[in-house]
C-alpha cells in the first residue's frame, strides 16, 4: 500500500472524519495500526520518503505495540443454577491506552477445569451444571507489549467461575395497589401490597436468570403454593413480583391483629433450594407493616402503608 502525503495536503483530502492536512505541513507525528488483527498485526513499517520538490527526504523508524497480560471480562463468573453467561477475554493496549476486546482470539479453545460444576462452549458461554466453584482457562498467542521487538507470545488468561445457589430474595421496593386482582384471604378486597424480589445468593450477588418458579408456604397449614408472582416465573435479571400473606384489607386495621409468616423456596427445574427470607405481618392499628427478613439482617426491610382506603 503507497499513501502520497505530499498529494493529500496539496488536494486538501479529507479523513473519514473530514478532517485534511493543513497546507503549509513539513513534518509530524504518525502511527501504522492494524485494524483487523488485533492479536498479531500484519502491518510492518517501510520506508517513507517525500518528495522533494514539496519537502526533505525522511524514512521511517517507528517502534512496534503490542498488548499488556490479557484478562476475562469476569472474575470471577457467576453463573444461574442451570443457566447460561458468556465471558471473553481484554487486553490493554499500551500504544493506544486503549482497551481492546480479543475474545474472538481465544474462541474455541475455553475450558472449564470441573465439568460436573460448569461447562464452556466454543464461544465462551457457560452452562451451569451444578452448585459450586471451579474455574476457565483460554489460549491464543498475541503480539506483547515488550519493545522494540514486541514478539508474539502465547498466553493464556484463567478466572473462577461461580454456580450460584439462590439463597436470599431481597426486596428493593414495594407498592400499594388498589382493586387488586387476587388477594391471599379469603373474600378480601380493596387495597394489597405489591412486593418487588430478586433472587441472590450467599454474596448478595443478583442471580440473573428466568424461568425459577418461586413458592411461598403461608404458615396455614396448607403447605406450599405458587407465589403470587407476574410472571409466575422470575424474569432474566432473576426478579419477580409478589403479595406478601396479610397484606389484603378492606378496612384500616383489618387483618392486623395477629402476626403471620410467609416462608419461600425457589424451584429451578428438579431442583428447589430452600430460601432464606421470609415476610412477617406486624399487629396494626389503622394500616399494614411487612417486615421482610434477610440474611444477613442488613438487608430487612419494613415497609408499612397506614389509613389507605
Not at 44 to 67: A, Q, R
Not at 130 to 139: D, M, P
Not at 176 to 183: D, F
Not at 276 to 301: E, H
Amino acid at each position: 500500500m503507497w499513501i502520497d502525503v505530499g498529494k493529500l495536503i496539496r488536494e486538501h483530502v479529507p479523513d473519514k472524519n473530514g478532517n485534511v492536512l493543513p497546507a503549509n505541513l513539513t513534518s509530524g507525528p504518525y502511527e501504522l495500526r492494524d485494524l483487523t488483527n488485533k492479536g498479531i498485526g500484519h502491518l510492518f513499517e517501510g520506508k517513507i520518503v517525500y518528495d522533494k520538490t514539496y519537502g526533505h527526504v525522511t524514512y521511517g523508524c517507528g517502534s512496534c505495540c503490542g498488548y499488556n497480560a490479557p484478562y476475562f471480562w469476569y472474575n470471577p463468573l457467576e453463573i444461574p443454577p442451570g443457566g447460561v453467561a458468556g465471558n471473553g477475554v481484554y487486553a490493554y493496549d499500551a500504544c493506544s491506552s486503549s482497551v481492546d476486546d480479543l475474545s474472538d482470539l481465544y474462541w474455541g479453545t475455553w475450558t472449564t477445569a470441573n465439568q460436573s460444576i460448569a461447562t464452556v462452549d466454543y464461544y465462551a458461554y457457560h452452562t451451569g451444571v451444578a452448585v459450586g466453584a471451579t474455574t476457565s482457562a483460554a489460549h491464543a498467542s498475541i503480539q506483547r507489549n515488550f519493545r522494540p521487538t514486541c514478539p508474539v507470545d502465547p498466553t493464556a488468561p484463567g478466572g473462577n467461575d461461580n454456580v450460584q445457589k439462590p439463597t436470599y430474595f431481597f426486596s428493593p421496593s414495594a407498592v400499594h395497589v388498589a382493586t387488586p386482582p387476587v388477594c391471599v384471604q379469603e373474600g378480601a378486597t380493596g387495597y394489597f401490597l405489591d412486593v418487588s424480589y430478586y433472587v441472590a445468593d450467599s454474596t448478595s450477588a443478583r442471580v440473573s436468570q428466568s424461568g425459577m418458579a418461586p413458592g411461598e408456604n403461608l404458615g396455614d397449614g396448607t403447605g406450599w403454593h405458587d407465589a403470587f408472582a407476574t410472571p409466575p416465573t422470575t424474569r432474566s435479571d432473576g426478579s419477580f413480583d409478589d403479595t406478601p400473606n396479610g397484606s389484603c384489607y378492606v378496612t384500616p386495621g383489618h387483618f392486623c391483629a395477629a402476626a403471620a409468616s410467609q416462608s419461600f423456596r425457589l424451584t429451578n427445574g428438579s431442583t428447589v433450594f430452600s430460601i432464606a427470607t421470609n415476610t412477617t405481618r406486624r399487629t396494626c392499628t389503622d394500616g399494614i407493616s411487612i417486615v421482610l427478613q434477610g440474611n444477613p439482617t442488613a438487608q430487612n426491610k419494613t415497609y408499612t402503608f397506614g389509613n389507605v382506603q
